[in-house]
């Protein structure tokens, strides 16, 4: 017998220009009219936040706002308790990654619907199911919920620093790497494998690989590109149930390097420089990834990462052990320092 497998998915997607002063209205045409809270960091709030608040305002909702000067555990506690305070029927995440996740897992501890205003498209949590923050237990990502509408502001977005845009692709090449992680597991582990979820996450890695130059240019169109590929990235997930099509070895290297040299790089940065190892490990086109991430402006060695070469061959090392139940192309017994330090060499690296 077929197992059962539940999705939860995002209802509504809006991607265009000048969408903040629409928020309202969408959110009415989702079915809500009363409250909302608006939560922000302490720049989006001039940049994005502001514009929403009036936006909800003017569609006639009582609205309240939070601003979470740091995206940790302590600030997702704040979060609840403004929710259980001000009870809104929805609330709404307007910021880059870590204010969506603050977003993310505060209303899904408290049941309460959420809605994901990205301003910056610098990794797939903006669509997600998925949270990732500090004070976890663990450097990883934890499951929350999916956003039940996206709405995406190309040109709030590509006001963002170019650099945010970059790291995207590189967490968005790193599905070549994750989706073949994933399959090795099925096929030796028997983990469940989804043949749409993981073709849902090539095809972003593809878009990206094929218009880099474009990317690269920052205009709208390019920025368009990344952020419908971010979108797809967390459907996939959704999909998936799991962060299985979007998050493999490449992305256990990342966090092992982040614990080694914490926050010299971001998210997508470390991942795309995981993803060419990981891809020589696969005998996948590793070039190709690097030459990707070289043309988007990316980092592709260790020194870009600002990270010694002994950082990267440690967490090469180690990345095995982050994630024991995530089986990888890593196996159980990881790489050893001489074939970590090889792999870093043989792929420039280091
Ligand atoms: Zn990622």
Known sequence: MQPVHSMELPRRVIVGNNLLRLVGEACRSLGFSEK?????????????????????????????????????????????????????????????????????????KSQVQFISIPTAASHDGIASPQASLKGLEKPLSVGAQAPMAIIADISVIAGSPYRLTASGCGDIMAKYTAVKDWWLSHQLQNEYYGDYAANLALMSARLVSKNADLIHENSQQGVRIVVEALISCGVAMSIAGSSRPCSGSEHLFSHALNMIAPDRALHGERCGVGTIM????????????????????????????????????????????????????????????????????????I
């Open 278 to 349: 990981m891809a020589y490990l696969h005998k996948l086109k590793w070039k190709m990834v690097r030459d990707v991430l070289r043309k988007v402006g990316a980092p592709t060695t260790a020194e870009e990462l600002h990270v010694s070469p002994q950082d990267v061959v440690e967490a090469l090392a180690m990345a095995h052990k982050i994630r024991p139940q995530r089986y990888t192309i890593l196996g159980e017994k990881g790489l050893s320092k001489d074939a970590a330090h090889r792999l870093a060499k043989n792929t420039g690296v």
């Open 36 to 108: 909302g809270l608006v939560i922000s960091g302490p720049r989006t709030r001039s940049t994005a936040a502001e514009a929403v608040l009036d936006s909800l305002s003017d569609a006639g909702f009582d609205v309240e706002e939070l601003i979470v000067p740091e995206p940790t555990v302590h600030w997702v506690e704040a979060a609840e308790r403004k929710i259980k305070e001000s009870k809104p029927q929805v609330v709404l995440g307007v910021g880059g990654g870590k204010i969506i996740d603050v977003t993310k897992l505060s209303s899904a």
